[in-house]
């Protein structure tokens, strides 16, 4: 079973959205989780972590405008972006974090990745 992102789609620039992400247990009872976002020609940027309960950190393109929450039961970590930006375009994708310091997004996460949800905004 591998973690699968939804929710993305296009959208104006001010819009909102809201990702979802659904994983199996061994993903989401690891120390943490995060979103991260792949845009066009960039690396993978890690921009949210939260973990296992509520205390989460945010990247600064980000910060402000973006809440990362999950769902332990249903197994499901949520991104709500506020004021999207034509930035904000990439493939978003969440994943497990192995080994994370609490409230920052200093951390790693496992090396399997599952389906991301594509972002795209318009100016």
């Known amino acids: 079973v591998q973690l699968q992102a939804s929710g993305g789609g296009l959208v104006q620039s001010g819009e909102s959205l809201t990702l979802s992400c659904v994983g199996p247990?061994?993903?989401?009872?690891?120390?943490?989780m995060g979103w991260y976002r792949q845009a066009p020609g960039k690396q993978r940027e890690l921009i949210a972590t939260?973990?296992?309960?509520?205390?989460?950190a945010y990247a600064e393109s980000v910060k402000g405008r973006t809440y990362i929450s999950r769902d332990n039961v249903k197994r499901t970590l949520y991104l709500q972006i506020r004021n999207l930006k034509p930035e904000d375009t990439a493939v978003y994708y969440c994943?497990?974090?192995?080994?994370?310091?609490?409230?920052?997004?200093?951390?790693?996460?496992?090396?399997?990745w599952g389906r991301g949800t594509r972002v795209t905004v318009s100016s």
């Open positions: 994943n497990g974090m192995k080994r994370l310091i609490i409230g920052t997004l200093s951390g790693s996460s496992f090396d399997s």
């Open positions: 939260i973990n296992r309960g509520t205390e989460a």
């Open positions: 247990d061994s993903i989401f009872s690891s120390v943490g």
